[in-house]
């Protein structure tokens, strides 16, 4: 049962265009969800985040969009640059009625940037 | 550096063998989770310890087992080891359950199973 869905194993773009990455989910219950970029022999590292009662959340090059109603979050990088390639994971945690604070993470969207 | 200090980086054992893998979380960290990621594979959760306690479950195998320690570091003791266990091991960390959902994750630790 994945919980957490990216559907697109990999993305190549070229330097300096926009980098869409996708998600989607089925726990209604979900209430944060998170990207996480991961280097080769690296543990992942947190990016951007966005709580279920916002539709967007910004930070620089990166923004995350959700759409409650379709269960869709979307991570925007503009411009991308050859540094952001990487494997990209989207996560979610039902922080509200858990307590536990785990997050549930999906298969990972492996982005090429292209100089 | 996350603060996550997770060892050894790699083990190379044989089936049937039981290995043991250590993380520390970051200072004042309470809570310790651990992930597994095969290949081309998510992350897939284990199981979650807060302040020595087990605190969640996820489809971690009989033959895997866990604790965390006073000083709060964890242990993760895989058993009986098949070539399938063979993966990247996380460890993460979190002041406490539900914070800011953000958890801080170790370097992993690859488990070669011949």
């Known amino acids: 049962d994945q919980q957490v869905k990216q559907n697109s194993p990999s993305l190549s773009v070229q330097e300096g265009r926009i980098s869409i990455l996708n998600c989607d989910y089925t726990?209604?219950?979900?209430?944060?969800f998170l990207w996480y970029k991961k280097y080769p022999a690296e543990g992942p590292t947190f990016l951007i985040s966005?709580?279920?009662?916002?539709d967007k959340n910004e930070d620089g090059r990166f923004t995350v969009f959700l759409n409650k109603s379709a269960k869709h979050l979307s991570l925007h990088i503009v411009p991308s640059q050859p540094g952001d390639s990487a494997v990209y994971f989207c996560a979610a945690s039902d922080l509200g009625s858990s307590n536990t604070g785990k997050l549930i993470f999906g298969q990972g969207t492996t982005l090429q940037v292209k100089p | 550096d996350s603060g996550v200090t997770q060892t050894p980086k790699h083990l190379i054992t044989a089936t049937g063998q039981r290995v043991t893998l250590r993380c520390s979380p970051r200072s004042g960290d309470l809570s310790v989770y651990w992930y597994q990621q095969s290949l081309d594979q998510g992350l897939q959760f284990l199981i979650q310890?807060?302040?020595?306690?087990?605190?969640a479950k996820g489809n971690i195998l009989e033959r895997f087992s866990a604790q965390q320690f006073p000083d709060l570091h964890s242990e993760l003791n895989l058993s009986s080891l098949e070539l399938g266990d063979s993966a990247l091991y996380f460890c993460?960390?979190?002041?406490?359950?539900?914070?800011?959902?953000?958890?801080?994750f170790g370097e992993g630790s690859r488990l070669t199973v011949l």
């Open positions: 726990n209604s219950m979900f209430d944060y």
């Open positions: 310890y807060y302040n020595g306690e087990e605190r």
């Open positions: 993460a960390s979190s002041v406490q359950p539900g914070a800011t959902g953000e958890l801080f």
């Open positions: 966005i709580s279920s009662i916002k």
